[in-house]
């Protein structure tokens, strides 16, 4: 069964304390819709300008990527150009031009009305609610989301939690959507808002889900001690879960044991997107090596027992 | 087997955003030494003045720890005094009296001088040092520190690790100590410092354990909502690993497996620990609420394999 997956698709400048690249690939849809393609089908929705490179659309055409929601329109694709400080953690957003983002529309086609999953990738809420009108019952759906909607359309946030299963964010901007101090208390906080799960993403702190009644996982961070491009690395993270989701639990109900498995495998694809920019490390990743540092992830969490 | 430990006992004043007690028993052996008691006979080495309640030394002398290394002297007991702000997580300290403290040399009886395991808890490193001198041959020797001694003592710090088989210290620490960014960087260069096995502590964010050859395990924390009082955390961690160390590896080396179930049960016990102010709730835990938060740990860190 295909993931739907609706994001931004985006041309990034971004500079690091080592390297500067310019015209990358990038935006959440992009990041998310490769990394989920590692697991299954994917519907992409989405917007590009006609200066968008034929190589982008070759790279995910290769992949089991349907790109009958991808709209090509006159004018220039989004464009975000950010820095990296040293600790390559926090960073500077340089400038965005929306360009052919600021008018979009997603219309999804006919064939993409029934997903089972959807991931609403890191766009507006509104955005994610139009997208939310066009679909059928879907089994699962999980929105990830950013400060930026926190700060400025938190309402229109708000309202979609009600319509999710799930919310991915991460540790500040949960702390920035309850007031919660605590990382237990703001998780919680965000569930008894609408989602019956929330994953707190930590950067090299691992990430936490919240299930029903109390349900806990505390999911370990792979120790990288390289950090090449950390763009993409949260939309990296929804796909392969979202992916992950779709494919393992097709037809049945999802369960927190399958979200568990889900949240390290969206951990395995982020792991490997920060090694290199843009998708150059991701769009190379192979079975093999996502079931290798799975088992991995598995080894460095496992203690024995009392 | 004993656990052989040295370090501070101390009456804090401690403030936090909602509560402020005075008077309170404190110090990184008093910690260390009720945490280990769990596990195994307690060998203290330690000084107090003549105003240090009869109290604590009753509760002391109650668990399985042996005074005959504890110092009462003419003059105060060392005194701290701290707040912790709105977040639980930065600490200011208000004043400090090393009282007898100032003038402590550690000697120890004769009856502690051949220990299996050694915690040197946090204090002065040329006091850690001056233990060291005086046991034969321990099996195993562990570490903690701080950054006052960072940033005072480095010098006689970096050669205790060459003494020791392992450091425990926190995030911030690891990386004031080694200049590195990355906790995964950072851990691996305290190991070229001289200890083997090097604990890292993340507060909120579990426990990074970097072992020989790349071993590396990743504790999750235990998912607190409300910390009271977050002093003493760091002891009651090292004192809670050395104990179980003492008594689960008696007689045969301490192995990388051995020392995961330490971390975790030195998260176990801290996590008790913050539930209340000074040593309330250390002192009432027992084996079968330790047994029970160790299950959970497991449970929080468990997810099906692939």
């Given at each position: ?17 080592l ?21 299954c ?18 790279l ?14 006159p ?58 009108d ?44 309850t ?5 237990i ?8 808002l609408?989602?019956?799960?929330v ?27 390289d ?16 992916g ?24 395995v ?33 496992r203690?024995?027992?009392?």
């Amino acid at each position: 069964m295909p993931v739907l997956i609706v994001g931004s698709i985006a041309l990034d400048d971004i500079k690091t304390p080592l390297a500067e690249h310019l015209n990358l690939l990038g935006g959440s849809a992009s990041y998310g819709a490769v990394s989920a393609s590692n697991f299954c089908p994917v519907l992409l929705v989405g917007i590009v300008g006609e200066d968008f490179p034929k190589e982008h659309i070759e790279l995910l055409k290769s992949r089991q990527i349907d790109l009958d929601g991808l709209q090509i329109v006159p004018g220039k694709t989004f464009r975000w150009s950010g820095e990296y400080m040293w600790d390559m953690n926090t960073r500077e957003t340089r400038s965005v031009e929306l360009n052919v983002f600021e008018h979009f529309t997603p219309v999804l086609p006919e064939s993409y009305r029934s997903p089972s999953i959807v991931l609403l990738a890191n766009i507006a809420p509104d955005l994610q609610h139009h997208v939310l009108d066009q679909v059928a019952s879907p089994r699962f759906v999980i929105a990830d989301t950013m400060d930026l909607w926190i700060n400025i359309a938190k309402d229109s946030l708000i309202r979609l939690l009600g319509r999710v299963n799930m919310l991915i964010l991460n540790d500040g901007e949960a702390r920035q959507l309850t007031g919660a101090t605590s990382l237990i208390k703001a998780g919680r906080a965000i569930q008894a808002l609408g989602p019956q799960y929330v994953a707190i993403k930590k950067g090299e702190h691992g990430c936490l889900l919240f299930g029903k009644k109390g349900q806990f996982f505390s999911c370990p961070a792979y120790p990288l001690e390289d950090i090449h491009d950390p763009t993409g690395a949260g939309d990296t993270f929804a796909g392969g879960l979202a992916g992950f989701l779709a494919r393992d639990t097709e037809g049945r109900d999802v369960t927190f044991a399958a979200l568990c498995q889900a949240v390290v495998y969206g951990s395995v694809m982020a792991s490997y997107n920060v090694e290199a920019f843009s998708l150059e490390r991701l769009k190379t990743v192979d079975a093999p090596q996502i079931a290798e540092r799975f088992a991995l992830f598995q080894k460095i969490s496992r203690f024995d027992q009392a």
